[in-house]
């Protein structure tokens, strides 16, 4: 598509302050924070249906009510700082952040979201901060907010740095945006600020002078699709998942005779009959398919990385809204010959048992693992048979309505994607619905979009 027509202009710019002063000092950075500082903004918005206001109330509505959310995430307004004995801090200074108006009044909804084709290369201009890193937020504002008019519509872009926040902060301080501006009060869920878990660690993470560099190269040729899977679809790849064909060889699968699997490096072991998730399903039957759209070599190992909250798994649990990243990233490996001929209950039973034993244990151990060899996050995919699945269909990315409506659509920018990246949204319809945005290399997507053990289930 020629850049004319879907060229985005930029109206004004400014910084929003918070209303009030922070009365947090500093934040520090965690072992679960340090690691995203090699890691590009979070970069996620909605497209909304047009508001009841003209442009000039409309902007004027969204900045106030900007500056009244980060009376409440006061970090957001902040900056990165390294003292000198090597931790990292966010400066909550009030230095504000960086808000765009911006207009392209050519581009309509039923335009950019119609029919099976690729994700609009529009999307990717709704956002600011492109190709920065996190360790930028030593100089750059922690956030920013550009608000875009479409002909019939409106989207908000947030992008909040990823040492800062998770998904579960990020759409946190999103929701409370939306609910500020429709008059709101007293925020619903306030952000826990404390810092008196294992991740607030006395380790220093080495960083390059200059800053740390990208670890993927983020000029590849890509493909990005939105795959949208109901809820029925999804209950049936959970039924064959949990419904294997064949009764697995208990000694190939490291059981004993009980049928009970024991688990390397658990302290307990895992029933083999225990439900595999429906998320978990969805995952193994994306994982079957792109390594079959990928004709890699049978004697090849493929791995399915999957970031986990850890708020809930540590004990005692943190706070739901502990704020800042408390996440680990789990590794399930296999061969693809062993992947791609077994049934999906076998590649999805993998999944469910990595997840299921990442207890208080095995987040416990993760610490002491970075905290013995502290080191930026590999974001990428180095041997080409690597997916990495980010965000989550539970994260209430639906409940952005700031006074006009639900939105229309939740789309992503142009940060930390390359060849297997996927992130899973729920769907607009709710009701256990999932939409995975899926990025892969373009001869890669085109296998995955004639494999009919997947596509049939895409709606």
């Not at 190939?252 to 699997?261: A, P, S, Y």
């Not at 004709?295 to 800042?324: D, I, Q, S, W």
């Not at 297997?420 to 296998?447: C, H, W, Y």
Request: hydrophobic letters at 35%.
């Amino acid at each position: 598509m020629p850049a004319s027509s879907s060229s985005v202009t930029t109206v004004s710019k400014c910084t929003v302050y918070p209303e009030q002063k922070s009365t947090i000092k500093t934040l520090k950075l965690s072992v679960s924070d340090l690691p995203m500082l090699s890691c590009q903004y979070i970069q996620k918005g909605v497209l909304l249906p047009k508001p009841p206001l003209q442009t000039e109330p409309l902007i004027s509505l969204l900045k106030l009510s900007l500056s009244r959310t980060l009376n409440h995430f006061p970090a957001l307004a902040g900056r990165l700082s390294t003292h000198q004995n090597g931790h990292v801090y966010v400066l909550c200074n009030d230095t504000g952040v960086e808000f765009t108006h911006s207009k392209a009044p050519h581009l309509f909804t039923e335009q950019i979201l119609s029919g099976p084709d690729d994700v609009h290369c529009c999307f990717k201009q709704f956002f600011a901060f492109d190709n920065t890193l996190s360790y930028a937020g030593h100089h750059k504002p922690i956030a920013a907010v550009q608000v875009t008019e479409l002909g019939d519509a409106v989207f908000i872009g947030c992008t909040v740095n990823h040492a800062v926040v998770d998904g579960t902060s990020f759409w946190n301080f999103f929701n409370t945006f939306a609910e500020v501006c429709k008059g709101v009060k007293t925020i619903p869920k306030s952000p826990d600020f404390r810092r008196n878990c294992v991740f607030n660690s006395p380790a220093v993470l080495p960083v390059p002078a200059g800053g740390p560099a990208a670890t993927f190269s983020g000029d590849e040729p890509l493909r990005e699709r939105i795959l949208h899977f109901s809820r029925e679809a999804i209950l049936k790849m959970k039924f064959r998942a949990n419904s294997p064909v064949q009764k697995p060889d208990m000694s190939d699968l490291g059981c004993n005779n009980n049928g009970w699997k024991t688990v390397s490096g658990c302290n307990g072991k895992l029933n083999v009959t225990s439900e595999i998730s429906s998320f978990q399903s969805l995952c193994a039957q994306l994982w079957r398919s792109v390594t079959r759209a990928r004709k890699l070599e049978g004697t090849k190992t493929t791995t399915f990385r999957m970031a986990v909250n850890c708020r809930h798994r540590l004990e005692p649990k943190l706070e739901p809204l502990y704020f800042g990243n408390l996440i680990q990233s789990i590794p399930t490996v296999a061969r693809v010959d062993e992947l791609l001929s077994r049934d999906l209950s076998w590649g999805a039973d993998l999944l469910h048992e990595n997840v299921v034993t990442h207890d208080n244990v095995a987040v416990r151990r993760g610490v002491k693992d970075w905290e013995s060899n502290p080191r930026l996050f590999p974001l990428g995919n180095f041997d080409g048979a690597m997916i990495t699945m980010g965000s989550s269909p539970r994260f209430p990315m639906y409940d952005n309505d700031f006074g006009w409506g639900r939105p229309l659509a939740v789309r992503s920018g142009r940060a930390n994607k390359f060849d297997g990246k996927i992130s899973a949204f729920p769907g607009r319809e709710g009701n256990g619905s999932v939409d995975l945005e899926v990025v892969l290399a373009p001869q890669t997507m085109a296998g995955l979009e004639m494999d009919m053990e997947i596509m049939q289930y895409v709606s």
